[in-house]
């Protein structure tokens, strides 16, 4: 019922932009959370960032701190995710992720739902 679809996916060179969508279809009117993991080959996923369906309450790894930033459209059931000053190190498969009993938006293991993924490739 839950559909997760991620895109703006692609290569960039190091120090460009990209802007990534999750159009999340299914989701009740709960208060919902909506995150961003990635996985780089060889490597664990890792959380990048989420925000809340109800006061847009916002979290970032310190990783992409002050370089990205997620947003939602409620209206569009969209979450997006900004990407600036990318760096060779964001190179990853990016995965939107959706749950309503998150305590811990860092814990991958607390969402329900989640999209195929999109790929992000940063040159030098």
């Known amino acids: 019922q839950v559909q997760l679809v991620e895109s703006g996916g692609g290569l960039v060179q190091a120090g460009g932009s990209l802007r990534l969508a999750c159009i999340a279809s299914?989701?009740?009117?709960?208060?919902?959370?909506i995150g961003w993991f990635r996985q780089a080959p060889g490597k664990e996923r890792e959380f990048v960032a989420a925000?809340?369906?109800?006061?847009?309450?916002?979290y970032y790894a310190d990783s992409v701190k002050g370089r990205f930033t997620i947003s939602r459209d409620n209206a569009k059931d969209t979450v997006y995710l900004q990407m600036n000053s990318l760096k060779p190190e964001d190179t990853a498969d990016y995965y939107c992720a959706a749950g309503s009993r998150i305590r811990r938006p860092l814990a991958a293991d607390e969402y329900d739902y989640w999209g195929q993924g999109t790929q992000v490739t940063v040159s030098s």
């Open positions: 299914g989701l009740t009117f709960s208060n919902n959370i």
């Open positions: 925000v809340t369906q109800s006061v847009s309450l916002t």
